[in-house]
């Protein structure tokens, strides 16, 4: 049994919980979490100049088997990267 955690991007986070309740994964938990990034990005609005230095992510931590453990972690990984 391995637990792993990940913080996803709110706007995919849901369509990833759907694909891990397909498999076979044992205490899925979501918190919504604030994430403080050491450089914050540079967002123009309406022709300001504003820093964003954090931003909403869902933490998932889950249980899986040792035997779906591969699994889980290449579907986490390749949504993190998004």
Partial sequence: MKKLEALLPV???EGVVEELQTLEVENLIT???TVVEKHPR???YRGC???QSSGPRVKVELSVS???AE???SLLAKNIAQ
Avoid: L, P
Wanted: hydrophobic share 45%.
């Fill in 42 to 44: 540079k967002m123009i």
């Fill in 11 to 13: 706007m995919i986070a």
């Fill in 66 to 68: 040792d035997r779906d």
């Fill in 31 to 33: 918190t919504r979490v």
């Fill in 71 to 73: 699994r889980v972690e």
């Fill in 49 to 51: 100049v504003y820093e």
